[in-house]
């Protein structure tokens, strides 16, 4: 198992069950493969920001053929291997980690607490992305859920 960082691996960022189920080769290329480097690394500033508590990824890389089976856009940072979805259950809600993040230091491009149901317990997640090293992150803060896509307060 090739670790991308501490806590995260080339795996973990690139598995995907509907890749696997549809006999899709989710496999990086050399750049996108930097670039997981990169977002393992700032996942551990988003990890110890969250009090060093387990972060369960659900989406990592995805290559074109499988952002757009899931119906992702095709500008999505997914394709480059630059964001992840994901929950800490063990800091708290996905609003409570795009909450604690807006409000740090960590350098992401895009934040976006998605599909979350403040009445359904442990509903939806988190989305983040990054910049490759030579571009300047938007700090950008959204919510994604039925009512469409707007920009996230606390």
């Not at 988003?46 to 369960?56: K, M, T």
């Not at 997640?125 to 300047?136: A, L, R, Y």
Request: include cysteine.
């Amino acid at each position: 198992m090739i670790m991308a960082s501490p806590h995260f691996s080339i795996n973990e960022l690139t598995f995907s069950e509907t890749a696997t189920r549809n006999n899709i080769d989710n496999t990086p290329n050399d750049n996108q493969l930097d670039n997981l480097f990169i977002t393992a690394m700032e996942m551990e500033n988003v990890r110890e920001l969250l009090g060093n508590n387990f972060i369960n990824v659900s989406s990592g890389f995805r290559n074109l053929e499988l952002n757009t089976l899931l119906g992702s856009k095709k500008t999505s940072s997914h394709i480059l291997g630059l964001a992840c979805d994901f929950v800490a259950r063990g800091y708290g809600t996905p609003n409570d980690i795009v909450s604690t993040i807006v409000g740090s230091d960590i350098m992401f491009d895009q934040v976006i607490l998605e599909h979350h149901n403040p009445n359904i317990k442990n509903s939806g997640w988190v989305h983040i992305s990054f910049c490759e090293d030579e571009e300047t992150p938007r700090k950008q803060a959204l919510i994604i859920n039925k009512q469409g896509t707007m920009l996230y307060s606390k």
